[in-house]
């Protein structure tokens, strides 16, 4: 069984940085040899593809946090990160790391065959 745990949300003023991280649990030694990425939804909204990273460790952005945002990865400690700077308003979210279940491949919509974590909110005021 996949567990996920985000962390490292909080309240930030616009122009600030976060770091998000996500524990992956897992029995075995590959917990992170697949897809992995962030997602986020601000409340009344769809949920939001932020930014992947496959196993040959490309990494995809969404064009609103792309130059800002970049996601890495531990494999030694099974945690996936998400550095946001330059944060703004409109970043207000709560944050999702997710995995795909099966593939090392990130293609679009993979968030519908993925595990996922409970989220961590991030706010930004301006």
């Known amino acids: 069984q996949v567990r996920l745990v985000e962390s490292g949300g909080g309240s930030v003023q616009a122009g600030g940085s976060l770091r998000l991280s996500c524990s992956v649990s897992m029995h075995g030694t590959f917990a992170m040899s697949y897809c992995m990425g962030w997602f986020r939804q601000a409340p009344g909204k769809e949920r939001e593809w932020v930014a992947n990273?496959?196993?040959?460790?490309?990494?995809s952005y969404a064009d609103s946090v792309k130059g800002r945002f970049t996601i890495s990865k531990d494999t030694a400690k099974n945690i996936l990160y998400l550095q946001m700077n330059s944060l703004k308003p409109e970043d207000s979210a709560v944050y999702y790391c997710a995995r795909h279940r099966s593939s090392g491949i990130c293609r679009p919509g993979w968030g519908d065959l993925a595990h996922w974590g409970q989220g961590t909110q991030v706010t930004v005021s301006s």
């Open positions: 990273l496959d196993t040959n460790r490309r990494t």
